[in-house]
């Protein structure tokens, strides 16, 4: 591909991803309302799709001005214009063959290519940022296996009983932090279940199951993967804030989504809806911001007041 192709699939693309992303936010809260949380959730796949699609050809008069082809003159008027531009020729200069060749024939003046550079820059950038994100995911889960101990027994039957209700084939790595943060779950490879120190004494019976399904769920929809493939997504718009504003606004759904699959799967009953309320007030005391860390950590409650509304009003 050349680098021109290239610049026309990244004007393009990132057009309309642009323009998926701006529908995208103005619809969800009345799509949620209408259709549920998993399928808003659902919605932040088409961005994603358009990325890894060709080139499609879109009106060029929706494209800012710059990026617009220039139109060929066409018609009387070109003939006009070439007649004006083409040198007669008599104009030309008679070549003296005693003179060397390099001094007759003028050089031909070209612009400079900026193509290539813009390329280097966005791709150097992209790549070093995805790489930095690694980075802090892997100092991330170091940290936390430094300052945490695999459950006891107790916890280990409780997250068999969650993931059977789940559908987990097996039980994911449990630890308890020796800090009073979490619950979340880290690590796309190997999900690993972080609990708060205090999770067997603040956390009532009901409350640690709601939470324990709640984390395996995330593993069993695999949401880690979103998580990963929205990262290498916003690697590659690193340069438009838009992106990494949507990010941000399909974590709240995906949050919602998980919720949605939670209720579902212990049940529908008020009394179900209420323990599961109490289990995330009781989380939000304690998760604080504690998957801040690394994008591919999922916590039990958003850590902004704001998207635990949005959150509450999706599940509605």
Request: aromatic content about 10%; proline content about 7%.
């Amino acid at each position: 591909m050349t680098p021109e192709a290239v610049m026309d699939w990244a004007v393009q693309t990132g057009f309309v991803v642009s323009l998926l992303i701006v529908g995208i936010l103005i619809i969800r809260r009345p799509f949620a309302r209408a259709f549920g949380a998993g399928a808003t959730y659902a919605l932040w796949l088409l961005p994603l799709i358009r990325l890894v699609l060709p080139v499609i050809a879109i009106p060029q008069s929706w494209l800012p001005g710059r990026f617009r082809p220039q139109p060929e003159a066409t018609g009387p008027m070109a003939d006009v214009t070439a007649r004006y531009q083409t040198p007669s020729p008599d104009t030309f200069p008679v070549a003296d063959p005693s003179l060397p060749l390099d001094e007759f024939i003028a050089p031909t003046q070209q612009g400079f290519d900026w193509t290539p550079m813009i390329i280097g820059i966005w791709s150097g950038v992209a790549v070093s940022w995805f790489a930095f994100q690694l980075f802090r995911q892997r100092a991330f889960l170091l940290q936390m296996r430094r300052t945490s101990d695999f459950a006891n027994e107790t916890l280990l039957a409780e997250g068999r009983v969650a993931g059977d209700i789940t559908g987990l084939k097996a039980v994911p790595i449990l630890r308890v932090s020796h800090q009073n943060i979490g619950p979340f779950v880290t690590g796309v490879v190997s999900p690993t279940v972080i609990l708060p120190s205090d999770f067997m004494q603040d956390y009532t019976p009901a409350q640690r199951h709601y939470a324990l399904v709640h984390e395996f769920a995330h593993i069993k929809r695999k949401d880690l993967w979103a998580a990963f493939a929205a990262l290498v997504f916003r690697a590659i718009n690193w340069f438009n804030p838009l992106v990494h504003y949507a990010v941000h606004k399909m974590r709240v759904d995906q949050e919602a989504a998980c919720d949605a699959f939670v209720i579902a799967k212990t049940g529908q009953s008020g009394t179900n809806k209420l323990d599961y309320a109490k289990t995330l007030l009781q989380a939000a005391k304690t998760t604080g911001s504690s998957a801040a860390g690394a994008h591919l950590a999922l916590s039990l409650v958003e850590t902004d007041e704001a998207e635990i509304e949005e959150k509450e009003t999706s599940n509605d």
